[in-house]
């Protein structure tokens, strides 16, 4: 092993605090999780320096941006310097695996390396054709299990829980962490890949799951197909659920829905694969009860700042900005400020569950390439998302549809009202919806039912 290498999994090994078993009944690792933020920047300067030496050595595409700037790991002292080292963009790591395929080079890992302590490979979900690989080997899942049980427990999973995990068990990162997370804490999970919706609904009515793992559209979804076969979700054994990978947890409208739906809270686990292992951020027992909660972020496994969306400059707490993360706990992708780029505003502010780190305000409110343009106006899909879902007579699918008319582009929304609806009602529900969107985004929409 080399030996950047080597000290860079011992120094991360040096902070992973209560590895196995809570330190405390209200946090898994109390002394990082309450930890004076002075003394976070601490950890994250003696990580940052281990880790990019490490990425230096280790990964081509790093060096060469290092080295195109005449930048040397040693001019990297502490986290004040990290504004040295430039944001890298997905569209970059993409031109890097075309150009080195079919694994790039902006990982540490080689063949050699993986093919005797890999454990998984997950890829990104992108629009592009090719997608983005990821290998990640089993110190990550160990670190994993760890970051996860911490955000978990924030959350207030406890054993005696049991988890079903209703997801496919692809090359979709974060359900495999959950996985590993829940049985760090003692929580058993019962995977409910490559079963259908109505089976799931079965297995929920018949095992007693109390936690439920599902993004926020399936969450709606399940809900509607056990209702349809006859139980009621709001009575099921689920207390808890835990969501992600799209921005629903963060839209007061959908937020509500899911939690009358099944008489549960809704908590966010936020991530990306890239700078993976661990959630990165967590929903904690405390805010889960706002309208509008803010989400935490582990910053001593990541460094997390928001940029500007043009310049890609750091933006203070307080100002929106874009997400970008340095992961500082992984031997298979340790990125150096990779922009994940969600919309974010940071708050330093201690958290009513005694938590430190820097969190979300209002959570996140989705990703930029989300973001449409409509004749110069931006226009967010979850801006809409809350119209409809805030409007009791309508279902919770819609549509979006931008097409163009005399050169111009124009927006769709398409809705579905609930069966019970009356026709005659169906006006007045287009009506409250076209001035709802226009107030929101300043558009007017055409609006179908
Ligand atoms: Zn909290």
């Not at 259908?196 to 969450?219: E, N, Q």
């Not at 099944?262 to 694969?273: Q, S």
């Amino acid at each position: 092993m080399s030996n950047a290498r080597e000290h860079f999994l011992e120094t991360v090994l040096q902070y992973r605090f209560n590895p196995d078993e809570p330190g405390s009944e209200s946090h898994w690792s109390p002394e990082l999780d309450t930890a004076p933020r002075s003394g976070l920047r601490e950890i994250q300067s003696e990580k940052l320096v281990a880790a990019i030496r490490y990425v230096y050595e280790c990964s081509p595409f790093y060096r060469a941006k290092f080295d195109a700037l005449k930048l040397k790991p040693a001019d990297i002292k502490g986290i004040d310097d990290l504004g040295k080292i430039p944001v890298t963009t997905k569209a970059e790591m993409a031109r890097n695996v075309v150009e080195h395929p079919p694994w790039g080079t902006y990982s540490p890992i080689d063949d050699d390396l993986w093919s005797r302590r890999g454990w998984m490979l997950f890829t990104s979900s992108g629009t592009t054709a090719q997608p983005r690989p990821f290998r990640y080997t089993l110190f990550d899942r160990d670190m994993w299990a760890w970051a996860d049980a911490r955000s978990l427990w924030a959350m207030g999973v406890r054993p005696g829980d049991k988890a079903f995990l209703a997801f496919g068990y692809g090359p979709f990162a974060a359900f495999w962490g959950f996985q590993h997370g829940l049985n760090r804490i003692g929580v058993p999970a019962i995977p409910g890949g490559a079963l259908d919706s109505k089976r799931r609904a079965y297995f929920i009515d018949t095992f007693h799951p109390t936690v439920l793992v599902a993004t926020p559209s399936y969450c709606l979804f399940l809900g509607s197909v056990m209702q349809e076969m006859g139980y009621d979700p709001a009575k099921s054994s689920i207390r808890l659920i835990v969501s992600g990978g799209e921005p629903g947890v963060c839209i007061p409208a959908t937020k509500r829905r899911i939690e009358s739906l099944w008489g549960a809270t809704l908590h966010e686990m936020y991530g990306c694969t890239e700078a993976a292992p661990s959630a990165g951020g967590c929903l904690c027992h405390a805010e889960v009860w706002n309208e509008r909660p803010n989400t935490h972020l582990l910053e001593d496994c990541q460094i997390w700042e928001t940029v500007d969306p043009e310049t890609f400059e750091p933006v203070p707490p307080g100002q929106r900005g874009l997400t970008v993360a340095t992961n500082l706990i992984s031997e298979g992708s340790p990125q150096l400020r990779f922009l994940v780029g969600d919309f974010a505003t940071f708050t330093e502010e201690r958290c009513a569950c005694g938590m430190t780190h820097v969190r979300a305000i209002g959570g996140f409110q989705g990703r930029a390439d989300d973001m449409l343009n409509i004749r110069g106006l931006t226009v967010f899909p979850s801006a809409v998302e809350e119209v409809v879902r805030h409007i009791d007579e309508l279902g919770d699918e819609f549509e979006i549809v931008v097409y163009e008319e005399h050169a111009l582009d124009c927006l769709r929304i398409v809705a579905e009202p609930r069966p019970e609806v009356p026709a005659s009602r169906h006006a007045s529900l287009v009506e409250k919806i076209e001035s709802e969107v226009r107030a929101k985004i300043g558009l007017r929409p055409e609006v179908e039912l």
